[in-house]
């Protein structure tokens, strides 16, 4: 990992040089948007120059948290209850965990970056609707679709798609079945776009 500074907000950021082609790229600062330019031919003693105009590299994070949410990469949010196990799901499933104790906090972060996946952990199971998670639930249709939603608890049943429509999200998993979380999601997801890409046919020919 290398570390650089947005010589914006000053916000430090990890990027995973190994992952970055051999060639100047630019990206959006996640907090602030400004253009960030790095050359991964330049990288190494001189790492720290090699985002333009970046201002020196922050000592390394102390904690996996802080590393997670400052890497480079799409996110997925994690929301509710804070969990190793589906911080490395997340991983293993193309994405960086951005971890949010409170679904207002998500739901700011989700109106900015749209992510495409956002696994809820509440701390609490309720009847739902889930009372704990209805400010990043309960989003307008447009948004919801932008991301899959999936609900993690001891008192679910895995791919209960009765309790996934009540509960309103796209997946339900088993806190005992994290550890085929993988697997899951990448059906649950593939089932999806099938079935979206079937519903967006037929509209398209009943407005034709």
């Known amino acids: 990992m290398i570390r ?3 010589t914006s907000c000053q916000k430090p950021l990890s990027l ?3 992952k970055l082609p051999m060639k100047e790229v630019s990206f959006p600062c996640p907090a602030c948007k400004a253009k960030l330019t790095v050359d991964r031919r330049t990288l190494g003693a001189d790492a720290p120059a090699a985002a333009a105009g970046s201002a020196p590299a922050p000592a390394p994070p102390s904690n996996e948290e802080a590393e997670d949410e ?3 990469g799409a996110k997925a949010i994690l929301v509710g209850n804070d969990s190793p ?3 490395q799901a997340i991983k293993l499933i ?3 965990p951005a971890y949010f104790a409170t679904a207002q906090q998500a739901r700011d972060f989700f109106m900015q970056e749209f992510p495409h996946v956002v696994v809820l952990n509440p701390q609490q199971m309720t009847p739902p609707p889930l009372e ?3 400010p990043i639930i309960s989003l307008m249709p447009n948004d919801r679709r932008k991301s899959f939603f999936i ?3 001891d008192n679910l049943r895995t791919l209960d798609g009765n309790a996934a429509f009540l509960f309103g999200v796209n997946l339900v998993v088993s806190t005992k079945d994290v550890g085929n979380f993988t697997h899951i999601y990448r059906e649950s997801l593939a089932y999806h776009d099938r079935l979206y890409t079937a519903m967006s ?3 398209k020919a009943m407005n034709a």
């Open 151 to 153: 609900l993690v608890s």
């Open 94 to 96: 193309g994405f960086m």
């Open 85 to 87: 196990a589906l911080r």
């Open 4 to 6: 650089i500074v947005c």
């Open 201 to 203: 046919a037929v509209a």
């Open 16 to 18: 995973d040089e190994t």
């Open 132 to 134: 704990s998670m209805q």
């Open 70 to 72: 400052d890497s480079f």
